[in-house]
């Protein structure tokens, strides 16, 4: 029984899970080899599957490697973020004639990291503190309502009896606050693939013994916005107008070819939408909305060559680079994949221009929360950030400025928030 409970932090982008080691502390399980996280990621692959079976899933890392080298089969990604949404019980393509619900899919991967903590634990686990953003579904309650309850779902279907829930940025706060020796206003900035999550809390090594913080949290707020916006402004920007994105068609008209076909690639979990054999072929019809020629025989060539989600992954490494290289630097994005030859180009101004909206909501997001909190942004001693995304600096020194007064506290950009759960898990269930 002492391994008897167990926490997720089910991200968009990547997930870990937590348990309680023999010294009644917290440890995150090793989900792949010399790895604590692991990519949010499943490949449904055909190869070596009778017509009969259910096809073969990968996980995490073999997943994302399987899709790369060009295996057959269905990558999903982002799952997260159908939650809410309609799709949710609707069936998704993986190839072969099969058809899989994309709650199926989540608690397929949730069955796969149950089965590494217990392997771990050497006991069945059927308690468990799951994570959530503040917002699943902004501005909408009963959405929001409706996407928890499809990840608890998910969850009993693999065998979780006692579930519950903790905002994942309070998560973060109480890995945070056993760093603390005194009582603090914090600001947790939890951004990651997904959701940007804000929560104004009180910490301190007194608060740390109770079990029940609900009067330490001041305020929370958030919006779905964060690494992946990125990643699509970034290739929406630099690299598809090279296929022919806002390119315009022949004279004397000279209109806009349609763009939602740009949108869905540069969207995770939309990609595989165009691949279809109804959309390529409607697709190939529309070579007459091109003034270039060009321009629409590499949009088939990224159909023909299921070349989407490799195209938003050079945009998240264009991004990451022009991040941490020097001001002024342009970074060069090898497309020889699409055409032998193509190059496009990442400048830091273009980059920070693509993505300058949604960067905006996202630091309006953090000072919305002190204002909720009634607090005064001087009076907020410490921003702690977490989160993938927070690897990009202009966004982190975004975050921190309008709290002039405030340390800046980075945690460990991917695990901050599954520790904490893990110490959430601890005090729910011992």
Excluded at 352 to 365: K, P, R
């Amino acid at each position: 029984m002492h391994h008897a409970y167990c926490a997720i932090d089910f991200g968009t982008s990547n997930s870990a899970i937590a348990l309680p080691d023999h010294d009644d502390r917290v440890a995150l399980v090793e989900v792949e080899p010399g790895q604590r996280t692991m990519p949010t990621a499943v490949f449904y692959t055909l190869e070596g599957t009778a017509p009969h079976e259910d096809p073969k899933r990968l996980y995490g890392r073999q997943a994302l490697a399987a899709y790369v080298e060009g295996h057959d089969g269905r990558l999903m990604r982002s799952m997260k973020s159908v939650l809410g949404s309609s799709l949710i019980d609707q069936g998704t393509d993986v190839g072969g004639g099969r058809s899989v619900r994309f709650l199926d899919v989540i608690s397929g991967y949730l069955r796969h990291l149950k089965s590494l903590a217990e392997a771990q634990a050497g006991a069945p686990l059927v308690r468990a503190v799951l994570g959530r953003p503040v917002y699943f579904v902004d501005g909408e309650p009963e959405r929001d309502a409706q996407a928890q309850a499809a990840l608890e779902e998910a969850a009993r279907q693999v065998g979780f009896e006692e579930i519950s829930f903790q905002y994942e940025p309070i998560a973060a706060a109480l890995d945070f606050e056993a760093t603390v020796d005194r009582e603090q206003l914090v600001l947790v900035a939890d951004i990651g693939g997904g959701t940007s999550d804000f929560s104004l809390v009180r910490v301190s090594p007194e608060r740390a013994r109770r079990v029940d913080r609900v009067d330490d949290i001041l305020a929370n707020h958030g919006v779905h916005i964060a690494g992946t916006d990125f990643d699509r402004h970034v290739e929406l920007a630099a690299i598809l107008p090279l296929a022919g994105y806002k390119a315009r068609g022949p004279a004397p008209a000279e209109r806009e070819v349609p763009s939602k076909v740009y949108f869905d690639l540069a969207t995770w979990h939309l990609i595989n939408t165009v691949y279809t054999p109804a959309r390529t072929m409607e697709l190939r019809r529309m070579r007459s909305f091109y003034a270039d020629a060009q321009l629409h025989a590499r949009l088939m060539a990224i159909v023909d060559q299921r070349l989407g989600h490799a195209l938003m992954g050079k945009a998240e490494a264009a991004k990451i680079a022009v991040a941490d290289g020097r001001e002024g630097d342009v970074v060069a994005i090898d497309l020889d994949d699409l055409e032998y030859g193509l190059q496009a180009e990442l400048a830091e101004t273009q980059a920070m221009a693509a993505i300058e909206s949604d960067l905006e909501s996202i630091v309006q997001a953090g000072v919305e929360t002190a204002r909720m909190a009634g607090v005064a942004p001087e009076q907020v001693d410490a921003v702690y950030l977490t989160g993938g995304s927070t690897g990009l600096a202009p966004l982190a020194l975004r975050i921190a400025a309008p709290f002039s007064r405030a340390r800046t506290v980075r945690g460990d950009r991917l695990a901050s928030v599954a520790q904490g759960l893990g110490l959430h898990a601890q005090r729910v269930f011992a």
